[in-house]
């Protein structure tokens, strides 16, 4: 029994859209892993150097990456919990995300479950 569960195809699905989205609902408290998992998944396509954010403008660009970094210095920070900060981390991912968030939505209505 345990053989035939090796030859089975495993499905790849993307976890990231639905716990990017997840970030972004009312009430939702961010934690670190949250952020982490945002800004690595911004520098991941960044490195690869992502059609989506080439064609943004330079001035966006340069939006972006100061929320990425505000978003990083807010880790640093002591009182993550309070609500102000809460928001103002919700607020830098929001805008860290701009540009990707098409491909986000696309991925994730690909993976819906009915």
């Given at each position: ?5 090796a030859y ?94 098409g491909e ?10 009915s």
């Amino acid at each position: 029994m345990m053989d035939d569960l090796a030859y089975l195809p495993v499905l790849k699905l993307p976890v990231l859209p639905s716990r990017i989205t997840r970030i972004f609902e009312p009430g939702y408290v961010i934690c670190r892993d949250d952020v982490l998992l945002v800004l690595h998944y911004v520098q991941q396509k960044v490195a690869l150097e992502d059609p989506l954010l080439m064609d943004l403008p330079k001035p966006r660009l340069i939006t972006n990456f100061q929320y990425f970094s505000e978003a990083a210095m807010l880790l640093l920070g002591e009182h993550t919990s309070s609500y102000s900060t809460q928001e103002r981390l919700r607020t830098c991912l929001h805008e860290v995300l701009y540009g990707l968030r098409g491909e986000m939505q696309q991925s994730s209505m690909n993976y819906s479950v009915s």
